[in-house]
């Protein structure tokens, strides 16, 4: 079983930055995607990033050119998080998925196999 275990997320002032990390262990696969989606309470899960195992990416509009995503095989993936807003604040969960993708990257929930626990962002304005 793959295990996911997010780590980063914290308090910041609006206009701020956050690197969050996301550590996989178990049998991983060099050709997963992987990801990031986050929850706000009363609210369905919101996908954010995802990269393929060749490096392609995709963002969601609300995130696009402020997040980057990245990773480093199949065991780490990173966001960094740039110029943050209030409507931000949110958990955020590290997804891969069980199957392979590497020319396309996958960005609905039922992708993904795998979820970690989550890590609470808060942007104060």
């Known amino acids: 079983q793959v295990q996911l275990v997010e780590s980063g997320g914290g308090l910041v002032q609006a206009g701020g930055s956050l690197r969050l990390s996301c550590a996989a262990s178990g049998p991983t696969s060099d050709t997963s995607a992987m990801g990031w989606f986050r929850r706000v309470p009363g609210k369905e899960r919101e996908f954010i990033a995802s990269?393929?195992?060749?490096?392609?990416t995709e963002y969601s509009d609300s995130v696009k050119g402020r997040f980057t995503i990245s990773r480093d095989g199949a065991k780490y993936t990173y966001l960094q998080m740039n110029s943050l807003k209030p409507e931000d604040t949110a958990v955020y969960y590290c997804?891969?998925?069980?199957?392979?993708?590497?020319?396309?990257?996958?960005?609905?929930?039922?992708?993904?196999?795998?979820w970690g626990q989550g890590t609470q962002v808060t942007v104060s304005s």
């Open positions: 997804v891969t998925t069980r199957d392979t993708w590497i020319r396309r990257t996958p960005n609905h929930p039922v992708q993904f196999g795998y």
């Open positions: 990269i393929s195992s060749a490096g392609i």
